[in-house]
């Protein structure tokens, strides 16, 4: 027989319109809101650095809309009730 699949999954889009927080689930709803802020602010600093590498205006890709798309997955493999 073909094996079970055991895993959960969530998947959201969080840029360009972030997710109303109430739409995620309550077991990881500050966990997927603190890991988008996070990455937000890192994906703006590296771009800024990245342009500035290029020898371009810092803001030249987040002006591009480089930040906008942010999609996360987020899968979950509870242990084999029957190993």
């Not at 290029?54 to 906008?68: A, Q, R, T, V, Y």
């Amino acid at each position: 027989s073909s094996p079970m699949n055991w895993r959960d999954s969530f998947i959201c889009f969080l840029a360009p319109d972030p997710p109303n927080p109430d739409a995620i689930p309550v077991a990881c709803r500050d966990a997927i809101m603190n890991y988008w802020k996070h990455v937000r602010d890192f994906g703006t600093f590296l771009f800024q650095l990245l342009s500035e590498a290029l020898g371009l205006d810092s803001e030249i890709l987040k002006n591009m809309d480089c930040l906008k798309g942010l999609f996360m997955a987020c899968h979950y493999y509870p242990p084999c009730p029957q190993p």
